[in-house]
C-alpha cells in the first residue's frame, strides 16, 4: 500500500468526513451522494471545490476525485458515463489514487446499481452512436486510425499489432505475445503452403506478412485507413512480400474473389451487429467448399451498447457483440462454428503492457498533441484494461469452417503441438 493509498484509506470514516461550513452536507454533496448510489455505490471519494468530501456511508474509497467547480459537478451529473471523463480530459477534475482501480470500481458498482433513473433512460434513448454504412465506416475508422502512424508507433511495440495478444506465459513480452497470437490464428486456421486468405479489416498489415512468410500463403487484405495500408505497402516492400500480399484499401463489403481461408481480426467491432448477415454473405461467397476462417472480437457477455464516451470520443460505430450476436454472421449462410476461445485475461495483460508504453511516451504524445489528447487516451486505454479485468468485455475468438466441409480437424491438438 502507498502513502496516497493510506491517506484515502484514514480519510474514509463517515463520521470524519469534511462537511459544509455549518457540518452539514451541502445540497451539491447530496446531490452527489444519491449519484454514487445510483451508480452503485463505488468505492470512491469525492472532494468538492469548497473542500467538502462525500462519499458513502460503509465505503472504503479506493481513490479520491478532486472536483473542480460547481458547473463541473452539475455537468457530471446530468451525464455521469460521458460528462466524468470529459472533465478528467479537460482537467476539470482531479484522479487521486490509480485510475485504473477507480475504473474496475466504477464497472463492478455498476453490475449492483439499481434501476436506471429516468433521466438515464431518456439519455439512453436519445444517445445515436454513428452509424456502419459504407460512408459511416469510413468516417469512423478515419477518426480513430488516420490520427498518425508515429503515434501508435510508440506504444504499440514493434510488431504495430492492435489487437489482443496471446501469453503463453505471465512473463511473455508484448512483442513475443503478439508473434504467438498470429501464430495461434494460423494454426487454428490450418494454414497450408499455396494457399489463398483474405483478410479483413488488416491494421498495419502485420498478420498478413506473417501468414505469407511463414506459412507461405497469398493473402488479399482489406482495410479502409488510408494511413494503416500506406503503412502496410511500405512494410511489405521493404520485407519482400509484396509480391505474396496484396493491401487493397476497401470496404470488407467490396470483397470479391474465391478463397481457401477467411480471417479478420479487431475489425468485427467496427460493423455493426445490423450489418453482421451481411458479413455473412461476403465470408460465404469468398469460401470454398472446403474454407475455413477465423472472426477475432472484442465482446460481451450479453448484448449492450458500447461505453458511450468511448464510443463518442474514441471509437465511433463500435459495437462488441455477444456469442448469440455473432451468431448472425454464421447460421444464415449454413457456416459451422468449429470452436470458441475465450482471451479476456490476455486482452488485460496487452492492455497492462500498452498503458505503460503510453505512459512512458506522455511527453511525446503530448508534444504531437497536447495534454488533452494525452488525458483522453490515458482514460480510453485504463477504462479499457478495468473492463477486460471487470468482465465487462470479452475477446472471442471464433473459429469455422463452409456447411459442406469435412476436412475440419477431429481434436485441438494442432492448436499446441510446434
Request: with cysteine.
Amino acid at each position: 500500500m502507498n502513502a496516497s493509498d493510506e491517506s484515502l484509506m484514514s480519510s474514509s470514516d463517515a463520521a470524519q468526513r469534511e462537511r459544509g461550513t455549518d457540518g452539514a452536507r451541502s445540497f451539491e454533496g447530496r446531490l452527489l451522494e444519491r449519484m454514487l448510489t445510483r451508480l452503485g455505490s463505488p468505492e470512491v471519494e469525492f472532494t468538492l471545490w469548497t473542500g467538502e468530501r462525500v462519499a458513502l456511508a460503509g465505503v472504503e474509497p479506493v481513490c479520491r476525485v478532486r472536483v473542480s467547480s460547481r458547473a463541473t459537478l452539475l455537468s457530471i451529473l446530468a451525464n455521469p458515463a460521458v460528462r466524468f471523463p470529459d472533465a478528467y480530459c479537460d482537467g476539470r477534475i482531479e484522479i487521486e489514487g490509480d485510475l485504473v482501480r477507480l475504473l474496475e470500481r466504477v464497472y463492478l458498482a455498476d453490475e449492483r446499481a439499481p434501476v436506471p433513473s429516468a433521466l438515464a433512460r431518456l439519455l439512453g434513448r436519445l444517445r445515436r452512436p454513428h452509424g456502419n454504412s459504407l460512408a459511416g465506416s469510413r468516417a469512423n475508422i478515419h477518426h480513430h486510425y488516420d490520427i498518425g502512424n508515429a503515434f501508435y508507433e510508440l506504444w504499440l511495440g514493434q510488431t504495430m499489432a492492435y489487437t489482443c495478444a496471446y501469453y503463453p506465459t505471465a512473463e511473455t513480452a508484448l512483442d513475443q505475445a503478439q508473434i504467438a497470437k498470429m501464430d495461434h490464428v494460423c494454426r487454428k486456421m490450418r494454414l497450408r503452403s499455396g494457399e489463398h486468405v483474405v483478410e479483413a479489416g488488416c491494421g498495419w498489415g502485420t498478420l498478413a506478412l506473417h501468414m505469407a512468410r511463414h506459412y507461405g500463403v497469398k493473402v488479399r487484405a482489406f482495410n479502409i485507413s488510408k494511413e494503416q495500408v500506406a503503412y502496410a505497402r511500405e512494410r511489405a516492400e521493404r520485407e519482400g512480400l509484396a509480391g505474396q500480399v496484396e493491401y487493397i484499401r476497401d470496404d470488407y463489403r467490396n470483397i470479391s474473389g474465391r478463397y481457401d481461408a477467411f480471417v479478420s481480426v479487431g475489425m468485427l467491432e467496427h460493423v455493426g451487429v445490423d450489418n453482421y448477415e451481411g458479413l455473412g454473405a461476403v465470408v460465404a461467397r469468398s469460401l470454398g467448399d472446403n474454407g475455413r476462417g477465423l472472426i477475432h472480437s472484442i465482446g460481451r457477455n450479453y448484448p449492450a451498447p458500447m461505453q458511450p464516451w468511448i464510443e463518442k470520443r474514441i471509437f465511433p460505430g463500435a459495437c462488441p457483440p455477444s456469442l448469440a450476436q455473432m451468431s448472425r454472421i454464421f447460421e444464415p449462410h449454413n457456416l459451422s462454428i468449429l470452436d470458441v476461445e475465450n482471451l479476456r485475461l490476455h486482452y488485460a495483460q496487452t492492455l497492462r503492457h500498452w498503458l505503460e508504453l503510453f505512459e512512458l511516451a506522455g511527453d511525446r504524445v503530448q508534444h504531437m498533441f497536447d495534454a488533452k489528447f494525452v488525458r483522453m487516451w490515458r482514460m480510453y486505454l485504463a477504462g479499457s484494461l478495468a473492463a477486460f479485468t471487470t468482465g465487462t468485455l470479452q475477446l472471442f475468438q471464433v473459429v469455422f469452417a463452409t456447411g459442406h466441409n469435412n476436412e475440419v480437424p477431429r481434436t485441438r491438438a494442432h492448436l499446441y503441438v510446434p
